[in-house]
């Protein structure tokens, strides 16, 4: 059995080019025609960014449609969403656009926000290096991913859901490699809600389930 | 004392300072010159203070130039400063020339640094003029802007800008200060220095001897604000939320500050809050010299709520540096406040001095609320605002600028 390479990595933020928005129409002609990597950044990155960790809702969208277009209707709406749950980002992004276009035709008139609380358009590199830390028994998992940083974390159970052909987060295909034993233990990864939570909190859920799991095996 | 990673493992732990070596193992031996133009004062001047000696220590070759130049050319960078801020400033074509004039001399004395560096970071806009001398560079040339440059006075930005879009990259600290360039802009917010003089721990008997070096009243609540004497930053406004918090409890108020006396314009400020404050003994106006850190940092762990009434703000420091003594923040809803300071969680944001006052009071009533927001404070900064985070952002985006800029994944 192959050992489980833990990989880190570390977030860079830049400005994706694409000119502000100021108001809700504006937001949906901009997230029609943006690259992927700003839809990625803005639904799935929040967690890795420096910012407060916990907020209302994981994407900026609903975060700014709630904070600085005043309209929790559509905050509600977007917050909701799940990027993991779509099979590519052009089906998040025609979904994001059918939230916001239903929320137009609502109104009577175009949400916007003040200057200086525009929605900056940012995108990232993210970059990743190799720990040399190896796992080799799926026992040892849980008490390992308890000590690992909260980016070693993101990279292997969330940005794995999109680098991977099957959407699957590292951990589960490890153990998922280890024979029948250890089936029980990736089934267990997968009843995680994990886009809703901070990665400190994540972590801790991953070492607890794994911990149960392995628990009740004996 | 020369700074090393390992001084701040109790603070951020193994994990945090073994990706910081990872990272700089996959940059060893790679030069760096950072340039600016004091070695002394300012925040700029701190932040390579400690970046300089922890990226060697990573197993960079890092280094710190300093640009030197006439009182006259400081004046015209001075007005480049306020120009970009969006002050109205009268430059002419001589400035701009003993602008350039400057740069020359400075290059010619760091050429060969410069031309052999594989990164060269040019710190605001008074060594800009640099790149643009260095034909021979090897490396790669990146612009920070450590201030706000959204909405500049146009001719400033104008003749400034032919500078710094020739540049590899540039760096702001938030999207809300960029100016579009021709070239990737990242983002890398500030940070503080936990082991500084304003951020260490400090001895009980050392908070308390500043407790009585004001004559404040350990029975009763401390309300404090810690910034320069400057409009923007509403001391009267925090004034005015005090005396509607006195009504109900007795409570006491800081304002500290320092630096107004060679400002005319803090100097009138600082006058208007003298009276504002009138005779009242429960408000205390302090004005501290520009070294009075660890008094500062008393003043802040003292504090029952911290307060940064601003109206208008860049990063917002101070608001970090009470974070990190485990203080909520009532703080203005603006500029990096607001990335800081998360309504129910860190504190509240307030846009008149009555938001101020009715969030004080908030706290004054809810005392156990002081200690679960200011622990969550505490952690927002240790995960995001200190040294290692901003050191980090630094390794990742020189690893970024000798890679593609542009991609999304990069393995390294």
């Given at each position: 059995m192959k050992p489980f390479e833990v990989m880190d990595c570390a977030l ?24 992927e990597n700003?839809l990625f950044h803005?639904y799935c990155e929040t967690t890795l960014r420096?910012?407060?960790d916990?907020?209302?809702?994981r994407n ?21 969403l799940d990027p993991y749950s779509f099979p590519s980002m052009?089906e998040l ?31 990232s590199?993210m970059v990743v290096f190799d720990t040399?830390a190896r796992i080799t028994n799926p026992n040892r998992l849980g008490p390992f991913i308890r000590k690992m940083t909260n980016s070693s974390v993101y990279y292997h159970f969330l940005e794995a859901r999109r680098r991977t052909p099957d959407g699957k987060d590292d951990f589960s295909a490890w153990l998922g490699k280890c024979g029948e034993p250890y089936r029980p233990h990736a089934d267990a990864l997968s009843t995680i809600d994990y886009y809703f939570n901070s990665l400190g909190y994540l972590r801790r859920e991953i070492a607890r389930v794994l911990a149960y799991v392995k628990?009740?095996s004996? | ?14 994990a ?392 999304r994944l990069?393995k390294?």
């Amino acid at each position: 059995m192959k050992p489980f390479e833990v990989m880190d990595c570390a977030l860079l933020t830049r400005m994706s080019g694409i000119p502000p928005a100021i108001n809700l129409r504006e937001l949906r002609d901009r997230l029609a025609v943006c690259g992927e990597n700003v839809l990625f950044h803005h639904y799935c990155e929040t967690t890795l960014r420096t910012t407060f960790d916990n907020p209302d809702y994981r994407n900026d969208f609903a975060v700014w449609a709630k904070l600085y277009l005043g309209d929790r209707v559509l905050a509600e709406r977007l917050g909701i969403l799940d990027p993991y749950s779509f099979p590519s980002m052009e089906e998040l992004r025609a979904a994001t656009l059918e939230v916001i276009d239903e929320r137009l035709s609502e109104l009577v008139m175009v949400p916007w926000a003040r200057p200086g609380d525009e929605f900056f358009f940012m995108e990232s590199t993210m970059v990743v290096f190799d720990t040399g830390a190896r796992i080799t028994n799926p026992n040892r998992l849980g008490p390992f991913i308890r000590k690992m940083t909260n980016s070693s974390v993101y990279y292997h159970f969330l940005e794995a859901r999109r680098r991977t052909p099957d959407g699957k987060d590292d951990f589960s295909a490890w153990l998922g490699k280890c024979g029948e034993p250890y089936r029980p233990h990736a089934d267990a990864l997968s009843t995680i809600d994990y886009y809703f939570n901070s990665l400190g909190y994540l972590r801790r859920e991953i070492a607890r389930v794994l911990a149960y799991v392995k628990g009740a095996s004996k | 004392m020369r700074k090393l990673l390992s001084s701040y493992e109790g603070i951020v732990g193994s994990a945090v300072l073994g990706q910081l070596r990872q990272l700089g193992e996959k940059l060893a031996g790679a030069s760096i010159v950072h340039v600016n133009s004091t070695r002394e004062g300012g925040g700029v001047a701190e932040i390579l203070d400690w970046m300089v000696p922890l990226m060697n220590d990573a197993g960079l070759s890092a280094s710190w130039e300093v640009i030197h130049g006439e009182p006259r050319f400081f004046e015209i960078t001075k007005a480049f400063h306020n120009g970009l801020q969006g002050h109205t400033v009268p430059l002419t074509m001589k400035d701009w020339k003993i602008y350039e004039d400057v740069n020359e001399k400075n290059f010619e004395r760091l050429r060969p640094a410069l031309e052999e560096a594989n990164f060269v970071v040019i710190h605001d806009p008074q060594p800009a003029g640099l790149l643009k001398l260095c034909d021979r560079r090897k490396g790669k040339w990146i612009w920070r802007a450590h201030i706000d440059i959204s909405r500049p006075f146009r001719p400033v930005w104008k003749g400034l800008r032919p500078f710094v879009e020739k540049y590899d990259a540039s760096i702001f600290s938030m999207a809300e200060f960029a100016q579009l360039l021709p070239h990737p802009q990242f983002l890398v917010p500030p940070s503080i220095d936990p082991l500084s003089e304003k951020n260490r721990e400090l001895e009980p008997s050392e908070i308390e001897a500043v407790r009585t070096e004001f004559g404040l009243d350990p029975s009763r609540p401390l309300i404090v604000q810690v910034s320069r004497f400057d409009r923007f930053k509403d001391p009267v406004g925090v004034i005015a939320a005090y005396r509607l918090v006195r009504k109900v409890a007795p409570v006491q108020l800081v304002l500290a500050g320092g630096g107004a006396t060679d400002d005319p314009e803090g100097k009138a400020v600082l006058e208007d809050v003298q009276e504002a404050a009138g005779n009242d003994p429960d408000i205390h106006v302090l004005l501290l010299p520009s070294g009075a850190h660890r008094t500062i940092n008393a003043l802040q762990r003292l504090a029952d709520v911290i307060v940064q009434k601003s109206t208008r703000e860049g990063f917002g420091l101070t608001v970090t540096e009470g974070m990190w003594k485990g203080k909520p923040v009532v703080g203005g809803d603006t500029g990096g406040i607001r990335l800081q300071v998360v309504n129910h969680h860190t504190g509240f944001l307030v846009n008149t001095p009555e938001g101020a006052a009715h969030r004080i009071r908030y706290f004054l009533h809810n005392r156990n609320r002081i200690d679960e927001m200011g622990s969550i404070a505490r952690e927002v900064v240790r995960e995001n605002f200190l040294l290692t985070r901003h050191l980090r952002d630094y390794l990742t985006l020189m690893l970024v600028m000798a890679k593609d800029p542009r991609e999304r994944l990069l393995k390294v």
